[in-house]
């Protein structure tokens, strides 16, 4: 009995928190011109040529400072290049969290 209505308690609970439809009117209008994106902005293709430059040398004639100043470029390189193209990531906990809600919602 307790099951059942724990159950009945559940059903309803997940149909008070459905959201409606909202029938809301987008004041933007689409432009021709797509934005463009992060990574083919100047600053991010110098700074892959910069990573590409750093992979073709020949690292074995460099001296040990040598070889740390440049571990230390490639850091802030790719730390820069993460920061011009910020994208959404999610976890795989995430997505499962999400697609278990949508189903229990749905």
């Known amino acids: 009995m307790k099951k059942i209505l724990l159950g009945v308690m559940m059903v309803f609970l997940s149909l008070a928190f ?3 439809q909202s029938k809301a009117v987008t004041t933007e209008e689409p432009t021709s011109l797509p934005a463009p994106k992060p ?3 100047a600053e991010a293709k110098t700074l892959i040529a910069r990573l ?7 690292k074995s004639k460099l001296t040990s400072e040598e070889k740390k100043d440049l571990r230390k470029e490639v850091k802030s390189i790719k730390n820069n290049l993460k920061a011009i193209g910020s994208g959404v990531y999610l976890s795989g906990a995430a997505i499962i969290l999400i697609v278990v809600l ?5």
């Open 102 to 106: 949508l189903i229990v919602l749905l």
């Open 52 to 58: 590409d430059e750093i992979k073709a040398t020949d």
């Open 18 to 20: 459905i959201p409606l």
């Open 39 to 41: 990574a083919e902005s």
